[in-house]
């Protein structure tokens, strides 16, 4: 089973940025997209960036613009930066993987939180 771990999150003012990792356990470069998610206490996980495996990107529009979905295949790691926070992005945020373009996702690891207030 893979395992992905999310790391880089912490507490941060408006206007301000993080950069997220996810290491996975396996070669990332056998799934066919991997993507950001995140979670607010109460509500539904919500993908939130997704970057396929030939290099297209694809995001939520509450983050277009802001935030930037990459991967390093050499690493099996996916990153998300995020610029220009806002307290709305407050939140847990989890990657995970399909293997193909009409699978399940993977495993969930535990997800790093990300506080943004002044």
């Known amino acids: 089973q893979v395992q992905f771990v999310e790391s880089g999150g912490g507490s941060v003012q408006p206007g301000g940025s993080l950069r997220l990792s996810c290491a996975a356990s396996?070669?990332?470069?056998?799934?066919?997209?991997m993507g950001w998610y995140r979670q607010i206490p109460g509500k539904q996980r919500e993908l939130v960036a997704t970057i396929i495996s030939g290099g297209s990107t694809n995001y939520d529009d509450s983050v277009k613009g802001r935030f930037t979905i990459s991967r390093d295949n050499a690493k099996n790691t996916v990153y998300l930066q995020m610029n220009s926070l806002k307290p709305e992005d407050t939140a847990v945020y989890y990657c995970?993987?399909?293997?193909?373009?009409?699978?399940?996702?993977?495993?969930w690891g535990q997800g790093t939180q990300v506080t943004v207030s002044s």
């Open positions: 995970n993987a399909k293997r193909t373009r009409y699978g399940a996702v993977l495993n």
């Open positions: 396996e070669s990332i470069f056998r799934f066919y997209a």
